[in-house]
């Protein structure tokens, strides 16, 4: 630290009587202090004003800047860097002490003048150079408009902290004692810190007067640190273009908002995750390595940018109102981790690196993610890590497949759950209590319908009550028990509904045809109720697998393009893969494979086979088949469509717009022998269809 610096002890009223005006610097945070807070300085004040014995009330710090600049009047324009919150509220207290002495006109030891000249205005100057204090935008008009006695221009500014708080000091000198209110004031000690511009570094004063983080946000400090140390006509024009911007952008949002921009912000640019508590030691690190290569106001025009993606996403109010909905739905699923990634792909879109379908997709994809996870029960704790380096694994020429293809590469933890995992856990979950259960039916109405309805109004509906009655035990049968734990919170037996303390524990024939039942309800959950004859354990499995099933065209799986996944499989490490890398190699699974490799081969010497690390493919003119290995079984995976093959039995699932590994449009799973004359019977036809090419 220079040694130019000076601190020494001062009294407050002789430091304020000084011939000089306080300066609180653009960027400064606006006044702050709450009544609470005024109370117990009024109260300090006056407990030094009543003791005989005292000379001095210790009150804090006053930081400032001085300059070697000095106008033909002698008034040294202090630039405040910390204590002007105190020094705000302490001029307040006098206005309010000037005003009700006006009122009262008592003998105190000073005028109303002298209270004006010496502590509130220089007298002798004109202009913006009159008034002693001078604050941001809105708290100086506000200040100035009581200073004035303006009476229209405070009623302007009634909900500011400056008015109200000045009403409180100025109510409670009302009812105080001004001598003792005035004589506290005068013992007032402060500790009086100046340094000299392009000698001390303010900075580092700030940061060491602030070190407890109580004082102020890592983003107050962050904002400190981008502006202060720049020249007044440079800080204004940074602060209005970029920064009031911003801090405007987070006017309607709770107050860590801003600390959670700042934090991903970090997160995209760096690819690791700064401590809460360490979010400003990492930007400052951050921003001096990005302002040697590009500027100061290309990097705070970037913070800018990226911010306005961000606030714009946490609101869904963007430009594009697809966008907007999906963010809607990601939002309630409280996927905070997720915004890095959201944010830096948003910019890409932007950038026109990535077309409007391929956003939605991407978005509509990790909604996807973070609702299967959540379904199956994987703990979330991995999630802020996996999407703090996503983004960097990216292809950017092959935007969409290589996002695909990395969220596939995810295992174990981490993993994207497949849809037999998924629909199998939803038809058994405890949906009623599970967080997201209004999310979820909410989605199954609303999903591919123009007729989109809203929902708020409406309430989780048990089908088979909660509280059986008679005649609901006679219907379930001697087992109503076992049935009414089994059934009771699964999907299948959950809807929707308006009326649910009217349907509560209505039989089932009474909520189908009472008014307001489920034959006369408006949403399609209710509908599919209206043929149902009797309610119960069947019927809620029929009910579960339709739901289940209709969810995973919903939250789909990723899909990466045959050619995509053939070329990153042959270029991932350069490594060779042998069906001893595959998890689930079983005696039955590797029997089932071998069956279907000798049938290949046997079909076309031609036909190759190549094992990539996730499945095995076998290749005539172009890609024909592809095996998976699963716990169940083994998946068998043809290059033609359900529209192009002859399927009789119906064993096939067409894998079109469905996410899935390996290629081919169409998928037989089978877990026996007797399975193998109907695959080899659709691979033939594969086959015949790439003869004919």
Not at 339 to 363: A, G, S
Not at 378 to 393: E, G, H, V
Not at 603 to 611: E, F, G, S
């Amino acid at each position: 630290m220079n040694d130019t610096l000076k601190a020494v002890e001062q009294n407050f009223l002789k430091f304020l009587q000084s011939p000089s005006q306080f300066v609180v610097p653009i960027y400064q945070r606006k006044y702050s202090w709450s009544i609470p807070q005024c109370k117990k300085l009024l109260q300090d004040v006056l407990v030094a004003g009543k003791d005989d014995e005292s000379f001095g009330h210790f009150t804090g710090s006053i930081v400032y800047i001085t300059k070697d600049v000095f106008h033909a009047a002698v008034i040294n324009q202090l630039s405040i860097i910390d204590g002007q919150q105190r020094l705000t509220t302490l001029s307040l207290m006098i206005l309010a002490l000037r005003n009700a002495l006006e009122i009262q006109k008592k003998e105190i030891g000073i005028s109303t003048r002298k209270l004006t000249n010496y502590y509130l205005v220089n007298s002798d100057e004109e202009d913006d150079l009159f008034y002693k204090l001078v604050l941001t935008e809105g708290d100086n008009q506000a200040i100035r408009s009581i200073l004035d006695s303006d009476k229209a221009a405070i009623d302007a500014y009634k909900e500011s902290r400056i008015v109200q708080n000045y009403n409180y000091f100025f109510n409670e000198m009302m009812k105080s004692e001004l001598k003792v209110v005035y004589e506290g004031l005068k013992k007032l000690m402060i500790i009086d810190v100046s340094l000299e511009q392009g000698k001390d570094n303010p900075q580092l004063i700030f940061e060491s007067l602030n070190s407890t983080g109580l004082d102020l946000s890592q983003s107050d400090l962050i904002r400190n640190y981008i502006l202060m140390d720049l020249d007044p006509k440079l800080q204004s024009t940074m602060y209005r273009k970029y920064w009031l911007k911003i801090e405007q952008l987070f006017t309607d949002h709770p107050e860590n908002a801003f600390d959670r921009f700042s934090r991903d912000y970090l997160t995209i640019k760096t690819g690791r995750i700064p401590r809460q508590d360490r979010i400003y030691e990492s930007f400052k690190r951050y921003f001096k390595s990005a302002i040697s290569k590009l500027g100061l106001e290309q990097v705070v025009k970037d913070f800018y940018d990226y911010s306005k993606i961000f606030a714009d996403l946490l609101s869904a109010v963007t430009p594009n109102q697809k966008v907007n909905a999906l963010m809607q739905e990601i939002n309630e699923l409280r996927v905070n981790v997720a915004y890095p990634f959201l944010v830096q792909t948003y910019h890409d879109f932007d950038n026109k690196v990535i077309n409007q379908e391929q956003l939605i997709t991407i978005y509509r994809l990790v909604e996807s993610y973070v609702f299967r996870r959540a379904v199956v029960g994987i703990p979330t704790n991995s999630l802020n890590k996996t999407f703090a380096t996503l983004n960097a694994k990216i292809d950017k020429a092959h935007y969409l497949d290589s996002f695909c293809y990395e969220l596939l590469q995810l295992d174990s933890y981490k993993r994207f759950p497949s849809d037999e995992e998924f629909e199998r856990e939803l038809k058994i979950k405890d949906i009623y209590n599970f967080q997201r259960s209004k999310y979820l039916l909410s989605k199954l109405e609303n999903f591919d319908t123009k007729e989109i309805i809203d929902l708020n109004k409406y309430s989780i509906e048990h089908i088979m009550p909660q509280t059986l009655n008679e005649k609901w035990k006679e219907i379930l049968g001697q087992d109503w028990k076992t049935i009414h734990t089994q059934y009771l919170n699964r999907l299948g037996n959950l809807t929707l509904t308006r009326y649910n303390s009217e349907l509560s524990n209505q039989e089932f024939e009474g909520k189908r045809k009472m008014k307001n039942g489920f034959i006369y309800s408006p949403i399609r959950l209710n509908r599919m109720l209206a043929e149902v004859e009797q309610w119960d354990p069947s019927a809620i499995d029929r009910r579960g697998n339709l739901l289940s099933r209709r969810t995973l065209n919903i939250w789909q799986y990723p899909s990466v393009s045959p050619d995509y996944c053939e070329q990153r499989e042959e270029t991932v490490d350069n490594v060779s893969y042998t069906i001893e890398d595959y998890e689930f190699r079983s005696k039955p699974n590797l029997e089932l494979f071998t069956a279907i490799q000798d049938y290949l081969i046997n079909l076309n010497a031609d036909i190759t086979v190549k094992y990539n690390k996730h499945y095995v493919v076998f290749r005539f003119r172009s890609n024909l088949t592809s095996v998976m290995f699963t716990k169940e079984g083994i998946s068998v995976n043809i290059n033609a469509s359900v529209d192009e093959l002859t399927d009789p039995k119906g064993l096939l699932r067409d894998l079109r717009g469905i996410g899935h590994w390996a290629t081919g449009e169409s998928e037989i799973k089978i877990f026996s022998p007797v399975q193998l004359d109907d695959v080899y019977q659709l691979i033939h036809q594969a086959y015949a269809i790439q003869m004919e090419i």
